[in-house]
């Protein structure tokens, strides 16, 4: 096994956003597709990390901790809006929430 | 060594993803996107930033990720409905399938990019990771205003939980 160089945590990167959206595609459940997103964030917080060993700097570690701030805030609301959809259609389908078409 | 826990590490995030998005029991996903979530905090172990690999446990794993198992047992609904019995079909299999072809060809994509671009080793460790100290001076210096401004984010993201969730009378 080679020894793992910025490109390999890259590629690991792009991979895990890459299973993220086909997550949020392929999925019938909403709580599963907020958890793809979280997937893409983490995926994409690797790459920060990674990019500050390779320049010796702290500023992408600080932006991963407000990604993680972010994150906590989305999942937050996002589960209220799943809690409050459920209530109203009993299915956790993205398919049955149709009401803001028209 | 280093090496070892790289590959090992990453197989288990890229695994625990991949069964995540497979999975048609959401409270499996939650506790394999936990899997996942530890892996990754391996990786920045080893990539010399371990304030991150504290709150990726912490934050991610530990507040997060309980959240969302809370929601799951919560709401008592733990397998998606069979597809003869949906309700109004808004993306059929077909849009389906194209979206995930897509997304493969997103990842086959960066992956040939990336692995065109010349191999960038990482520094050793004689020049020395900045340890948590710089972070926390960077954070309450520079990135200050920002800082204050996820507070104000928390805030509104609380009180709109509480709203959004609440039962109508």
Do not use: C
């Not at chain 1, 992408?60 to 994150?71: E, H, K, N, P, S």
């Amino acid at each position: 096994m080679p020894d793992p160089t910025l490109n390999s945590y890259l590629v690991l990167s792009a991979v895990l956003f890459a299973i993220g959206t086909a997550g949020v595609f392929l999925r019938r459940n909403i709580i599963t597709i907020l958890l793809s997103i979280e997937v893409m964030l983490n995926a994409v917080n690797l790459t920060f990390v990674a990019v500050d060993r390779y320049r010796g700097a702290v500023d992408g570690q600080i932006i991963v901790f407000f990604v993680m701030t972010v994150a906590a805030a989305e999942a937050a609301v996002g589960l209220a809006i799943v809690i409050a959809l459920f209530r109203h259609k009993e299915t956790l389908s993205p398919d049955a929430y149709t009401s803001l078409k028209w | 060594m280093e090496t070892f826990f790289f590959w090992s590490f990453a197989a288990i995030a890229v695994t625990a993803s991949v069964l995540v998005v497979g999975q048609r029991n959401p409270m499996y996903s939650v506790l394999l996107l936990i899997l996942s979530f530890g892996a990754l905090s391996g990786l920045y172990v080893l990539l010399r930033a371990p304030f991150v690999a504290a709150i990726q446990i912490i934050i991610y794993a530990g507040a997060i990720m309980v959240l969302f198992l809370f929601v799951v047992m919560l709401l008592n609904a733990p397998t998606e409905t069979p597809p003869g019995e949906q309700p109004r079909r808004i993306g059929g299999a077909g849009p389906r399938r194209f979206g995930a072809v897509l997304s493969a060809l997103l990842g086959i994509q960066l992956f040939w990019a990336i692995s065109h671009i010349a191999q960038a080793p990482l520094p050793g460790d004689e020049r020395g990771a900045p340890g948590v100290d710089v972070i926390g001076l960077r954070l309450f210096r520079e990135y200050a205003l920002a800082f204050e401004a996820t507070t104000v984010l928390i805030l509104v993201a609380m009180v709109g939980a509480i709203i959004l969730a609440r039962r109508e009378r």
